[in-house]
């Protein structure tokens, strides 16, 4: 066994009630809901390597970070010229303006006319929905420079493939020299394999939280910029605790 594993932090009995409780209350959404090939998409951390080991393990364990790419003699494998700068993080989602806690206390006791507490009301309404308004520009802005950065990535990304066309029909000269690199090329992908098998061996899911979204979704799934792991053994509580849960309410008689 590796000596190396994912930390995964096991939680309280009231953390996993709560997470219980937000998900029968559909305020977050499991990784075993949704099909592997949306995965990485739907929880959009795992897709930009949120479990990967780091470099500095991946060394120690395997000898290199990344199965080697050209040996001596060898022309040199052109290197990825990197990405523009990003869109960065989405903008963060409004927070609701509210009525404070002396003024709820005067309406409930009718100390306010009908006519005063509407001016109120709808002055608070007013103000959430341009809150609400200004996050949805800025997040179609967002989503703009998300787009364009997609498209800049492709362009890089064709170029980068060309040179790697170019790399390839150069290596028919270097047959010997081709054939022991991808002989150790399998030799990594098969430790890496052996040990992936153990670094996430510990995860049960990860879920994400619906304050956690980005403004559009797929294929009726929502997208999370964040996500949080859960233990396997607390993950087994967490099923049966649903299981029974959602078994009551089915059972509920009214």
């Known amino acids: 066994m590796t000596p190396h594993r994912l930390e995964i932090p096991r939680r309280s009995q009231e953390e996993l009630r709560e997470i219980v409780r937000m998900r029968l209350a559909n305020e977050i959404l499991f990784s075993d809901e949704v099909s592997p090939d949306l995965t990485g998409i739907v929880f959009m951390p795992l897709a930009m390597g949120a479990l990967r080991p780091s470099e500095e393990v991946l060394v120690e364990v395997l000898g290199s970070a990344s199965p080697p790419e050209t040996l001596k003699g060898e022309p040199q494998k052109p290197s990825h010229p990197g990405y523009p700068e990003t869109a960065g993080e989405p903008p963060p989602k409004p927070v609701l303006a509210k009525l404070p806690k002396n003024i709820l206390s005067d309406i409930e006791w009718g100390y306010i006319p009908e006519e005063e507490r509407e001016a109120l009301l709808e002055k608070l309404r007013e103000e959430n929905q341009q809150r609400i308004r200004a996050w949805e520009e800025a997040s179609m802005v967002w989503m703009e420079r998300l787009d364009a950065d997609t498209r800049a990535r492709t362009e890089v990304d064709a170029l980068y493939e060309e040179s790697l066309r170019v790399w390839e029909e150069s290596l028919s000269k270097h047959e010997a020299d081709v054939a022991a690199r991808n002989l150790l090329r399998e030799e990594w992908s098969t430790k890496y394999k052996a040990f992936m098998s153990e670094w996430a061996e510990d995860l049960g899911v990860v879920f994400g939280n619906m304050k956690d ?4 979704a797929i294929n009726g799934f929502p997208m999370f910029h964040s ?23 089915r059972e509920l008689e009214v």
């Not at 859960?230 to 605790?241: G, L, M, N, P, Y």
Request: avoid cysteine; hydrophobic fraction near 35%.
């Open 213 to 216: 979204t980005f403004p559009r």
């Open 227 to 249: 996500v949080s792991m859960v233990h396997k053994e607390d993950w087994t509580r967490i099923k049966t605790a649903l299981i029974r849960e959602m078994e009551r309410s």
